[in-house]
């Protein structure tokens, strides 16, 4: 087995689900299993999600409200969104007193998203009708 780098091994501590040992990797090589990736890029099917990081990408850090003004939609679903994204590791907080202020977790966000457009451009039509990629977590199967 590869020896791991020390910010792999924090990552771990950080995300005791990357680690967890009934998850089972269909690359032995891997050293994050596809479940985990699935569940990953999972977090960005969402319109609403992908709006928020755009909106962080785009304007920076915002406060809650400013989100649910940008998306026209409830603070308690766009709260929601935001516990995902943040737990999914897109996302961070920041308090500050009684407020919290969202900004995107990591500097590459803005490319992944980027990449993905580039790659999706193509086949749009074919995505917009594709019923396949709305099946249910493969995480559940296990």
Do not use: W
Request: charged share 25%.
């Amino acid at each position: 087995m590869a020896e791991r780098t020390r910010e792999q091994v924090d990552n771990r501590a950080r995300h005791p689900r990357i680690a967890a040992p009934h998850v089972r990797s269909s690359d032995p090589t891997s050293d994050v299993p596809s479940e985990i990736l699935a569940r990953f890029l999972h977090a960005l099917a969402d319109p609403t999600r992908l709006r928020i990081l755009e909106h962080l990408s785009r304007d920076g850090e915002l406060h809650v409200s400013a989100l649910v003004e940008r998306l026209g939609q409830p603070q308690g679903r766009v709260s929601a969104h935001l516990s995902c994204l943040r737990t999914c590791g897109f996302v961070r907080v920041r308090q500050d007193g009684k407020f919290r202020y969202y900004a995107l977790a990591d500097h590459r966000i803005p490319a992944l998203l980027a990449l993905a457009r580039e790659l999706a451009r193509p086949n749009a039509a074919a995505i917009a009708s594709c019923t396949i990629a709305t099946r249910h977590d493969p995480l559940e199967e296990t």
